[in-house]
């Protein structure tokens, strides 16, 4: 399985929600996070990115790197847990579609990918975005932040789930992010600071707080959420 994880803005705890899912879920496999926003290696403690290539780096090459160069460019986290950084290159133009859709195929060939996106491009060529088009799901991480919400729809893509963070003395709720999105949110992840220590303290591998696992059995199962009352602001972001 490839699993993208998207955000409409930086910010809004998409490393830390792929993260999580990827450590839940190496617990009964192999898991390899491949990591597009450059923070997967500080969130487990690892130190800053490497300053060697990575899967960027593998992107923008020219057929003669091999798939089969992507494995050796994964760090072990765990046993069943490694990284594939981002590398040492930008995606300055973009990367060939066949490139792109390569890269998923092999990887996903292997086990479970869980892959951390980043911010979405809205253009739906973009590198990024044919990566998610061409695994097998896609979950969209957001805030009910009026700026994350306008930028969420006009993401390029298909999304599986929506990932509520969920912060105090918001506005906006649930009901909004799901009448902006159109579709309703598959889990809700409250503001809990046993996260933020634990990625502090690079612990996250260890002892994930139990609001992240959770969050990933929210994900798996697709458990039914509670509604709240909500003013709709459909008109204001001029309905979708």
């Known amino acids: 399985m490839f699993w993208t994880f998207v955000a409409p803005k930086g910010g809004v705890g998409l490393s830390v929600v792929v993260a999580a899912v990827a450590c839940q879920l190496s617990i009964?496999?192999?898991?390899?996070i491949v990591d597009f926003a450059g923070d997967q290696m500080d969130i487990f403690g690892l130190g800053a990115e490497p300053?060697?290539?990575?899967?960027?780096?593998w992107l923008l090459a020219d057929e003669s790197v091999a798939v089969s160069a992507l494995g050796h460019l994964a760090v072990d986290v765990g046993r069943t847990l490694r990284i594939i950084s981002t590398g040492t290159t930008s995606f300055v133009g973009g990367a060939d579609p066949q490139r792109c859709t390569e890269l998923v195929r092999s990887l996903s060939a292997g086990g479970t990918v869980i892959a951390d996106l980043g911010v979405v491009n809205p253009d739906p060529?973009?590198?990024t975005s044919l990566i998610a088009a061409a695994g097998?799901?896609?979950t969209l991480v957001v805030r009910a932040c009026y700026l994350a919400l306008r930028r969420a729809r006009s993401i390029p893509m298909v999304v599986d789930d929506v990932v509520e963070i969920v912060e105090?003395?918001?506005?906006?709720t649930t009901v909004d992010i799901?009448?902006?999105?159109?579709?309703?949110?598959?889990?809700?992840l409250?503001?809990?600071p046993q996260i933020a220590r634990a990625v502090d303290a690079g612990l996250m591998?260890?002892?994930l707080p139990r609001s992240l696992r959770r969050l990933v059995t929210d994900l798996e199962i697709g458990l039914p959420l509670d509604r709240h009352e909500a003013r709709s602001i459909g008109n204001l972001l001029g309905g979708r």
């Not at 009964?28 to 390899?32: A, G, R």
């Not at 300053?51 to 780096?57: E, K, R």
């Not at 009448?179 to 889990?187: D, F, S």
Request: no cysteine; proline share 10%.
């Open 28 to 32: 009964e496999q192999p898991v390899t």
């Open 51 to 57: 300053a060697t290539p990575g899967v960027v780096d």
């Open 125 to 127: 060529l973009a590198s």
């Open 136 to 138: 097998d799901r896609t």
């Open 168 to 172: 105090g003395g918001r506005a906006l």
């Open 178 to 188: 799901e009448a902006v999105l159109g579709q309703p949110v598959t889990a809700r």
């Open 190 to 192: 409250p503001f809990d």
């Open 205 to 207: 591998r260890r002892r």
